[in-house]
């Protein structure tokens, strides 16, 4: 009897322990596992950086820095980035691969480079896998790309030559990342020519209500309106 009486005592025990164990990993599992924030970012001139930093404080997002190891500065550093974008070549970086298991959701940051993103981020992208990440890109340049957007067929040749060159170097943005198993949800960018820095935070901090609400919704929940939508084309 004696010894029964010390079983249920133990069992009691124990079930109250592993109760105050498991608690708090139940309770936390949101904050410290599935949607967690990394923002990574390559900034030769510190601009990208800055839109990084104002993203990361506003959102509480952890950052991961990518240093060129090529010397990208002066003129013929600057030549050379042109050159590799251009030519989508890649480059000497580190860290090479990131461990991006603890984050579900991803924001590159980036420069433009000959329209395109810049060589250091395209080579990150291509060395590591973003399975099962929301990625959403950000870039920064002298000009918004998206003022060609405006322009419909009908205006002049030239107009339409750089809205639709514009288009497919956006859609390269893209594909780079569902190239590597991401979920590419949107393109923000930031224009910074002979912008103060102030107002380059202000610029950024426009985006910080909308990157909430795109991360709002899960990958499962895209998946399953993709295929939806996909089931509705399929049946007409
Ligand atoms: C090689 C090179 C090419 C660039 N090409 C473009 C471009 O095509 N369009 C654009 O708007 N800005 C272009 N820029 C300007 C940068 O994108 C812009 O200054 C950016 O904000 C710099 O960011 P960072 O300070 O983080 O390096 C280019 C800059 C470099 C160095």
């Known amino acids: 009897m004696k010894i029964l009486r010390m ?7 124990i079930t109250v322990i592993a109760t105050l164990l498991l608690v708090p990993n139940i309770c936390c599992s949101e904050e ?3 949607s967690k924030t990394l923002i990574i970012v390559y900034s030769r001139t510190g601009k990208s950086m800055l839109a990084a930093q104002t993203l990361k ?3 509480n997002a952890d950052l991961l820095e990518i240093k060129d190891l090529e010397d990208r500065s002066g003129t013929l550093g600057y ?3 042109g050159y590799d974008a251009f030519f989508d070549r890649h480059t000497a970086i580190a860290p090479q ?3 991006l298991s603890p984050y579900s959701n991803i924001i590159i940051i980036s420069p433009i480079w000959n329209w395109k993103l810049s060589t250091p981020i395209h080579t990150f992208i291509d060395n590591n896998r973003f399975d099962g990440k929301q990625v959403i890109m950000v870039t920064t340049g002298n000009n918004d790309i998206r003022k060609y957007e405006l322009y419909d067929d009908s205006a002049p040749f030239l107009k339409r030559f750089f809205r639709d060159y514009i288009r497919g170097k956006s859609q390269s943005v893209r594909s780079y990342v569902t190239a590597n198993g991401g979920y590419f949800i949107k393109h923000y960018h930031v224009e910074t020519l002979e912008t103060p820095d102030k107002e380059i935070i202000t610029r950024t901090a426009k985006h910080v209500e909308n990157i909430k609400n795109d991360f709002s919704v899960t990958t499962a929940q ?3 309106e993709d295929s939806r939508l996909i089931q509705i084309a399929g049946n007409k």
């Open 79 to 81: 030549i050379g980035a």
């Open 7 to 13: 079983n249920y005592v133990q069992t009691l025990i």
């Open 97 to 99: 691969k990131a461990d």
């Open 222 to 224: 895209r998946e399953q």
């Open 57 to 59: 404080a506003q959102l």
């Open 32 to 34: 410290t596992g599935t």
